[in-house]
Nanobody, 122 residues
Framework: QVQLVESGGGLVQAGDSLRLSCAASGRTVSSSAMGWWRQVPGKEREFVAAVSYTGESTHYDDSVQGRFTIARDNAKNTVYLQMNSLTPADTAVYYC???????????????WGQGTQVTVSS
C-alpha cells in the first residue's frame, strides 16, 4: 500500500504557474506509476497526468497537454505537477494517485491522496 500526501495548492491568478508535490511512502512506491487527477464540486474526478515508475513515460489529458508537466524524483519518493498558463477552468481539488499498473493510474487512479485545492481567479 502506498501513502500519498499532496502539497502546493493555493489561490493564483489566470496565467500564473503553480507546482504541486506529492510525497509518497510505502513499500511499493519505488515500483509504482504515479499521477494526478482532479475534481470540481458536482463533477466526476478526471485524469490529468501520469508518469511511469522510471519517469521515462508520461501521459496527459488533452486539456493540460503543453501546459502541465509531470515529473518524479524517486530518490525523494516525490512526484511533481508543474502547472503553467493556468485558467479558471483548472480550478479543482487535485489528487495524487499511485498504482503498480500505469494503465490503472490513467483510467481509474489507484491509491489516492487526500487532495489539495487549486483555485485560479480570472
Amino acid at each position: 500500500q502506498v501513502q500519498l500526501v499532496e502539497s502546493g495548492g493555493g489561490l493564483v491568478q489566470a496565467g500564473d504557474s503553480l507546482r504541486l508535490s506529492c510525497a509518497a511512502s510505502g513499500r511499493t512506491v519505488s515500483s509504482s506509476a504515479m499521477g494526478w487527477w482532479r475534481q470540481v464540486p458536482g463533477k466526476e474526478r478526471e485524469f490529468v497526468a501520469a508518469v511511469s515508475y522510471t519517469g521515462e513515460s508520461t501521459h496527459y489529458d488533452d486539456s493540460v497537454q503543453g501546459r502541465f508537466t509531470i515529473a518524479r524524483d524517486n530518490a525523494k519518493n516525490t512526484v511533481y505537477l508543474q502547472m503553467n498558463s493556468l485558467t479558471p477552468a483548472d480550478t479543482a481539488v487535485y489528487y495524487c494517485v499511485a498504482d503498480a499498473d500505469f494503465i490503472v493510474v490513467v483510467t481509474t487512479g489507484g491509491s489516492w491522496g487526500q487532495g489539495t485545492q487549486v483555485t485560479v481567479s480570472s
